[in-house]
Each structure stands twice: as C-alpha cells, then as structure tokens.
C-alpha cells in the first residue's frame, strides 16, 4: 500500500489504484496525507474540506468522511503496512511509515540531489525524483485555502527540480536535453522568468542563438501584456548576454553522451578475505560466469544444503573475478539460516551507503529512500554486490542495485523461486562434492603425499562427509594435527560416532560427527570455550564476552579464540570479533548443557559492566541507566572506549547479544537482569531512531513489570515512550510516558522523575498539547534545578527552550538556552550541537542573522565531529533556511 499526492490523490494497491471517494473524503486524506504523524485539529481539517465558511453541520460531516476513510484503509490491509487513523482528543493522526507517500519520497530524492558532487548521480535522481508525478498535485480535493497552498508549494518544487534537472544535464554538457526539458515547462508557465532565462541559456549553448532570442521577446511580450511590467534582472542579463555574444551564455558546449558513472570517490571494498584452499567447482564456476555475463542486472542464485560451501564458492569467484568490477564488490551477511535475527533491510542499505561514500548525514531516514538512494548510486556502475545466506525473495529484492553492468550474487539454502520469478534469476546449484574433488579437498590441508599413501581411506573419508567442504575441512584440519595418524584409523572413528548422532537433520550427519570428533581432540580449555559459546546470545563475540563466558581473563580467551579458529570451527571475519558457522554455533548449542552453568550469568553481568562504561563514554555527566544489581559479579576485565565513537561502535556490534541476553534472562527469570540490559544501548537508540528498537524495550517492559520495581519501569517507559513518538506511534507513546514520572516519583528518584516529565511534555507538545506542556517542562526543569544534576537541567531546558521556539517566544528561548550552555559538560559534544542549533533559530527568530549564523556553523562542525549525523543535517537545513531568509 501507497499513497498518491503528485496526481490525482489516490490509496495505491497491489490491485490498482482506489480512489478515497467524493471530493470532501479525498481531502480529508490528503490533509493528513500532508502531515503524517502528526495530529491535525478538527477546525484545520474543516478548513481544508470547505472553500468557504464550514456549515453548522461540519464537524458531524466530517466525522462521517472519517469512519469511511477508515473502513477504506481497513479494508485494504492498512494494518500490515503500519497505517492507522486514530483519533487523539479534537485531532485526528494518521500513523504511518512517511514513505508510502509519493510525495515524501519526491522531496526527499530531491534533497539527496541537490547534495551530491556528481552531476550524472544528480540527473539520475532528479529523474526518479520527477517520475512520481502523475499530474498536478492534490487532483480531486476541494480547491480549498490551504490545499491550494499545499498544491501550489509542491508544484513550485517540482518547477525548481525541473531547473534543477537542466542545470545538471548543462554541466554535463547535454544542453539539447535541458533546453527539450525546460521547453516543456516554459510553454506551461510563460510567465516564469527563471524558466525562460535557463531555457535560453540551454538553447544559446546548444547552438540555438536565434531560437534564444526570440523566447526572449515572446516572453518580454507576455510580461508587458499580462502583468504590465519588463522583464527582471536575470532574465534582462540573460538577454544582453545573448547580444553580444560573448561570456558563459553562449560558450557552446558540443553535446556528449552522458558518462557511464562518475567515477567514484571511493571504491568500496565489503568482500571478506578469499577462503583458502579452494578446490573444485569448476562446473559451478563455469555456470556461475554464464549467468552473470549476460542480461541486465543479472541476479545469479548460489544454492544448496547448510555445509555445502555456498558462501567460500561464492566469495572465491568474486575474489577471482573482482578485475570485471572496477567500481568495487559490496557484501552483506543477511542471516537467513541463523538462529540470531537477520540485519534490518535499513540497517544494510546504511552500511553500503557508507561504503559507497555517502556521508552519515546524508544517509536517509528511511529504508524505501535509502533504497532508491542505492539504486541511484549503482545505476551505471559496474559493481558487485553478494548477498549471502538469504531466507527469502524479500529480503533480497530491495538489496538489490540498480545498474544494467551490476551483478548481484545471492546465497541460500532456498530455492527462492519468487526471486527467480519477479527478477529473472539464474539458479547455480551446489551439490555435495563428487568423490575426487573432495579428495583434493583434504589433500590441500593434507598434502599430496599423504592422501596418495592411502586412497582408499581417503575416499572413504570423503563419503561419511558427505561431501561436504565444511565436515571435510574440520576432519582434515584433526588429521593435520596428528601428522602420524593413518587415514583408515580415522574412517573407523568416523563412522562409529555417525551411526549414534543425531545431533541434526539427516543431510548434516557428517558435519555432526567431524565436529564431534574434533571437538574431542581440543586441549581442555578450547573444548571450554567451544562448549561455552553455546551459552552465547549473539552471531559473533569478542575476547571479552569469551572471557565471561569461560569464567578466564581476556588473555586466555584470546588464545582459546585463535585456537578454536586453527580448528576451523571460528572464522576471524572482523579484527577481534570471532564469527562460528552456522552448523557449528547449532552444534555448540547442543554441547552448552556440559559448559559450566554460570558461564551465562557471568556473561550477562559482562555487559551490565561493560554497558555503564560505554554509557560514561558515550554520553559523560549523564546519569547511569541504571544501577547494578546487588548481586552482581564483577568480570575479570571491563573494556575501556577511547571516547563516544569507540562506545558506539561496539553497541553497534553488541546489538544482537544484547538483544538476545534480554531473552535469555527473562527465560531464565534474571528480570532484574533483563531490564537493564534492554537499556544498555540507550545512546546509540538516541543516535538511530528509526532502527526497530520498540521490541527491546518492550521486552525490557515486561521484565521490569515482573520485579515489581517502579525505578525499573519508570526509566523504560521513558525511553520506551520516547522511541514511540518518534516512530510516529503518539498515542501508544503517551500511554507509557504518562505512567513514567509517578513511578519514579515512587522509587525516589527525582532524575528520572524529571526527565520522564520533560519527555512526556515534549510529545504533548508535538500533538498540539502545548499549553498542558509549557506547564510540564518548568515543573521538570524546577525539579532539575532542585537536586541540581547538571545533564538533567541542560536536557529539561533545552526542551523548554525548543517549546518556546514553536511558540515564537524567541527571546526566553535564548535565556533558556543560554543557561542551559552555562551547565552542559565540556565533553558533551553532541548536547553542546543541540544547544548551538536551538540558539541559532532563537537568535535568527529575534533578527541577529549574522550571530544565528555562526552558531548554526559551529553546531554543523561540532555534530560532524562527534558523529552526530542527525545534528549535522538539522544545522545545516536551518543554515539554508536562513539563507533563503525565511
């Protein structure tokens, strides 16, 4: 489900488009279409839906065209696609994902044009950008007040990307396209001067000296007859320019056809290391060659069983072909097969952006538009990109790039024949290794010499593996160990254990048995820390979250890890992170019921530890999270982050553990546990708004919920609350932040009491509450100012002074703010940002431009340094703002 702004105002399905009904209906959504997530009053509703004076009856109407938009929605899946009218008070909010409106995503493909270096990148979204149009906006509203205006502003951005659009073809040298671009629109606005002198512009240098002149003089005709007035300066210029022949504005530039891609400023380079000792395959690489050389975009389908090598073939083709894409090789591991939950579609869109040069505060809020950011950067480029261990056709397709000379390369264990449908993928099946290639296997690890001595065996090793490379690799690297055992003796231990295993499916007994066996043969302290990692709540670890598990120091962790490695049951993808395959982590799992059963405990108590000393770096002078439990054991040694990045960066990493440590206390019933572990990563959810983290919280609720502690549930639904609202979900925001202040109240903290106060009145100030709000924020900044913590009196009156903006109170905006700088730490970087960009817009709103000027500046600097991306794009969207003088 869509929705239809730029044209006729329509629900869009997968079915076709339904229209919301008469024109009153029709309105009605696109008034609320126009400010999703926001709470629209019923008097601005009412204005929008009559040209005139509304009826006495007008609020009844109204109600009426409500109920039926909301049946409409209902009855099209609204629902599943996170739409949802609701009615809050004398407002009304539709609750949706901004994306699903045409509109949002034209002025946001807009944006990221304006911003880039390149001018072929510029054209190809500017383009996409002008594709949403289906004719004149808000088609079928009432020719109201404010849907005129709503019309009239979104068809002047639409002329300004038309300009936009020729400008950057002219800078490419194709003036032919801009003047055919703007002619269009210059014949449909003969008044506009700004077309006509662009439009000259694009004739005179495309060798159109004449037609250019006489475009100046119909238009010169229009002014005087229609508006009684003569031409202005730019267009006046242009005119003289083109009179004598000379200057920028005739230099003729010869049309040349529009480059492949801009070549890159940065290559990106995402593939892991090749695996080693590689063999066979040469059918399957053949096949694999086959289907990326020829079509469109090829989509080349890598399957087959868990084991089977899918993912080593496919990075050791792209190592050996990584001449054929000079413009670089992109990777994701979507975690399909994985008993960890699979990266957000947004969270991979955001990593290759990056990789490909984006920078942080340019990388879209959204998934759909960081999607067609992706496809816009690839279209042209020759690139790579492999998508490894996909469970479904969905989790692909908008992964996928969006050049003709890209290919993509997707592994998984399903056949993914939705994929093959809608994208014309080309199946590269993998089966089990035939006999002698799973020979030459073990003898790359083995040696020639030794697999020669004894043939039979050998191939009879190769079979109770099933020909599998992984249950091959780990039973040849047991044998290279024991450089003086036979083969044969091998085969019989093999096939004594596979007889009584059923650890798991039927395919997989031979992966089972060598890692039983190899397993077997680890000193004691590796087998520990293998058995240990089945404890584990994550997909990878480091030497520190090792170390708790095993109950050791980081040192022997370390040489426990490196161990297991040499084994092949870790891989080392990312320095200092160790990674176990997916069989193996299956098969660890089954072992955690012998591992040493505090191992879990001692681990979550790790990154309660660790959680607070990456909170002090991330956000210092705040106040903890939380407190340790009574009962809490210290690790043997807690990380120490350089400064807030480090402290991003690892609960970044961390996420997924954390996330599955929540689970595993509440199951074993540690709420005290579960609770503050679903806060840990509070920075980092303040950083990344839109990354999903409701489910955390929610289940971080549940626990707090369960001790019975009011401290615990009053931060959590704070935080919970505040993530709600700025996923748009108001109505279930202020169902917890109402709830937060009386239960630390309760608990005796008036910290927390505090800023679950100012976060309830910020989102009552967002909905239209503002003066229940106003009241709200000086009773959490007095509170502030009682027990005198700093941090908690620099956030109540930043907010106060936000509200004041809002309410063009600039001048106790500025006091506000002012007072607030006179507290804030001088290493909190990113709430100095804040502060410098509220004290911008209050000293612009008081008329000091040039100072609002310079705070806006120091505010873009000081948010790029810290790695505040939302800090940078909101100081400098305020820096135009201003230069556009309003």
């Known amino acids: 489900m869509e929705f239809r702004l730029l044209g006729s105002v329509a629900v869009v399905t997968e079915g076709g488009d339904v229209a919301p009904g008469p024109a009153k209906r029709t309105s009605l959504l696109a008034a609320l279409l126009l400010r999703p997530n926001t709470a629209v009053h019923v008097t601005a509703l009412m204005d929008a839906l009559w040209e005139d004076e509304p009826p006495t009856h007008a609020k009844t109407v109204l109600q009426g065209h409500v109920s039926r938009l909301r049946a409409l929605l209902a009855a099209h899946g609204a629902e599943a696609y996170g739409v949802e009218l609701t ?209 469109e975009g090829p989509v080349c389908l890598v399957t087959g069983p868990a084991g089977v090598g899918k993912t080593a073939f496919a990075l050791h083709w792209a190592h050996r072909r990584r001449a054929a894409f000079p413009d670089g090789r992109l990777f994701a591991d979507l975690r399909g097969f994985s008993d960890t939950p699979a990266p957000e579609t947004g969270v991979v869109l955001r990593e290759f952006l990056l990789a490909l040069g984006v920078p942080q505060q340019r990388v879209p809020e959204t998934a759909v538009g960081r999607g067609a950011l992706f496809r816009t950067l690839t279209a042209g480029r020759r690139m790579l990109v492999v998508l490894d261990n996909a469970r479904s056709s969905e989790q692909v397709r908008p992964l996928l790039p969006g050049g ?209 000393a990456a909170d002090a770096a991330a956000e210092p002078g705040s106040q903890p999270c939380y407190a340790l439990p009574a009962d809490v054991r210290r690790p043997a040694a807690v990380p120490e982050f350089e400064g807030r990045t480090a402290a991003l960066d690892w609960y970044a990493a961390e996420r997924p553990a954390l996330e599955g440590a929540v689970a595993a206390s509440a199951a074993l019933g540690l709420h005290d546990r579960a609770w503050r572990l679903a806060l840990v990563a509070w920075p980092l959810m303040l950083m990344r708004l839109q990354d999903g983290w409701t489910p955390l919280l929610e289940a971080g609720l549940a626990s707090a919920e369960a001790v019975g502690d009011p401290d615990a549930q009053s931060r959590t639904r704070a935080l919970l609350g505040w993530i709600l609202h700025q996923e748009g979900r108001n109505e279930e925001a202020l169902v917890h932040l109402e709830q937060a202040p009386g239960l630390a109240a309760e608990a005796g903290d008036p910290i927390s009491e505090a800023i679950a106060v100012v976060n309830h009145a910020a989102v009552l100030d967002a909905t239209g509450e503002c003066a229940r709000a106003r009241v709200l924020m000086r009773e959490a900044v007095a509170l502030a100012d009682r027990i005198g913590h700093p941090s908690t009196q620099v956030l109540t009156l930043q907010h106060l002074a936000g509200h004041c903006l809002g309410a063009g109170e600039y001048e106790e905006a500025l006091a506000h703010v002012l007072r607030a700088g006179e507290l804030v730490a001088p290493d909190a970087v990113v709430v100095q940002a804040q502060l410098r960009i509220v004290r911008g817009e209050a000293l612009a709103g008081i008329g000091r431009l040039e100072e609002a000027a310079h705070q806006l500046e120091r505010a873009a600097a000081d948010s790029e340094a810290a790695g505040f991306p939302e800090g940078t794009a909101r100081a400098a969207e305020r820096l135009a703002r201003l230069a556009a003088g309003r």
């Open 87 to 295: 009615t809050q008070g004398s407002a009304y909010l539709l609750r949706m994902p901004e994306s699903l409106v045409d509109a949002h995503r034209f002025e946001e493909l807009v944006g990221l044009a304006g911003a880039q270096r390149h001018a072929a990148d510029s054209v190809r979204m500017l383009r996409e950008a002008l594709s949403y149009w289906q004719g004149p906006a808000l088609t079928g509203t009432v020719p109201s007040g404010p849907l005129e205006a709503a019309a009239t502003a979104l068809e002047e951005l639409r002329l300004s990307s038309v300009e936009a659009l020729a400008q950057a073809y002219g800078k490419l040298g194709e003036h032919g396209r801009a003047a055919a671009v703007l002619r269009t629109e210059a014949v449909a606005h003969p008044l506009r001067e700004s077309l006509a002198a662009a439009l000259m512009t694009a004739l005179a240098r495309a060798g159109r000296r004449s037609d250019a002149l006489d475009w100046y003089h119909r238009t010169r005709r229009l002014l005087a007859e229609e508006l009684g007035v003569d031409p202005g300066r730019a267009l006046s210029e242009t005119y003289a320019g083109l009179l004598r022949d000379q200057g920028a504005v005739l230099a003729p530039v010869p049309d040349a056809p529009e480059p492949p891609a801009p070549e890159p400023s940065v290559v990106p380079e995402l593939l892991p290391r090749a695996p080693r000792g590689f063999t066979g395959r040469e059918a399957e690489t053949g096949l694999l060659d086959r289907a990326a050389g020829g079509g």
């Open 404 to 612: 003709d000379d890209c290919v993509t390369v997707v592994t998984s264990r399903d056949r993914l024949g939705g994929l093959i449908a809608s994208d014309a993928a080309r199946p590269v099946p993998l089966g089990q290794l035939p006999p002698d290639a799973a020979t030459a296997l073990l003898a790359t690890v083995l040696g020639e010499a030794r697999v020669s001595a004894e043939p039979d065996a050998a191939a009879r090793l190769a079979g109770l593996c099933d020909g599998l490379p992984l249950a091959l690799r780990v039973t040849a690297a047991r044998l290279a160990e024991r450089p003086g055992r036979l083969l044969g003796a091998m085969v019989g231990e093999l096939a004594d254990e596979q007889g009584r295993l059923a650890l798991l499916d039927v395919e997989d007994v031979g992966v089972s048995a060598a890692l039983r066996l190899t397993v077997q043969q680890l000193p004691d302290s590796a087998a520990r820390a293998f058995r240990a990692l089945g404890l584990h709540t994550g997909s990878d670890l480091d030497h520190f979250a090792a170390a708790a598990l095993t109950g050791t120091t980081p040192a022997r962790a370390t040489a426990d890890l490196e161990r297991l490695a040499a084994a092949h049951l870790l891989t080392e993808a990312v320095p200092g992170r160790w990674t176990p395959h997916d069989l193996v982590r299956l098969y660890a799992r089954d072992l955690a019921a012998q591992a040493d059963p505090e191992g879990l405990r001692r681990l979550l108590d790790h990154y309660l530890y660790t959680g607070l």
